[in-house]
């Protein structure tokens, strides 16, 4: 009776090493479904960056609006007619002035 016993117990954790360790085994699908879930964040993330792409491509065709506010920012471009103020911060007003040591001696005569 103790043979058989051992027997079926083994019989039975042989059954159960391809359902935990095998091809198809549980952990395999465990490990695939996360790899799944990994995939749709990264598809998700690229959609979003899509369809703002895509929402400036139609500005750009459709309306001017966005073509000028491109050749302002980007390029600089004032229009004829307008005036341009520029304002600094204030630390970018403070103009430092190398030592007199550094300064060459021509312009120093």
Same mark, same amino acid.
Request: glycine share 4%; no cysteine.
């Given at each position: 009776?103790?043979?058989i016993?051992? /027997?079926? /117990?083994?019989l @039975?954790?042989l059954?159960?090493y391809?359902?935990?360790?095998?091809?198809?085994g549980?952990?395999?699908v465990?490990?695939?479904?996360?790899?799944?879930?990994?995939?749709?964040?990264?598809n998700?993330?690229?959609?979003?960056?899509?369809?703002?792409?895509? +929402?400036e *491509?139609?500005?750009?065709?459709q309306?001017?609006?966005?073509?000028e506010?491109?050749?302002?920012?980007e @390029?600089g471009?004032i229009?004829?007619d307008e005036?341009?103020?520029?304002?600094l911060? +204030?630390?970018?007003n403070? /103009?430092k002035?190398? +030592? +007199?040591?550094s *300064?060459?001696?021509? /312009?120093?005569?």
């Amino acid at each position: 009776m103790r043979i058989i016993t051992v /027997i079926l /117990i083994v019989l @039975l954790l042989l059954l159960q090493y391809p359902l935990w360790l095998g091809k198809g085994g549980w952990l395999r699908v465990w490990d695939l479904n996360h790899q799944v879930e990994q995939q749709q964040q990264i598809n998700q993330q690229a959609e979003q960056r899509n369809a703002l792409l895509d +929402a400036e *491509v139609r500005d750009l065709k459709q309306g001017t609006e966005a073509i000028e506010e491109r050749a302002r920012s980007e @390029l600089g471009m004032i229009k004829s007619d307008e005036v341009f103020f520029q304002i600094l911060d +204030a630390s970018a007003n403070q /103009i430092k002035l190398p +030592a +007199a040591s550094s *300064v060459p001696s021509s /312009i120093t005569q």
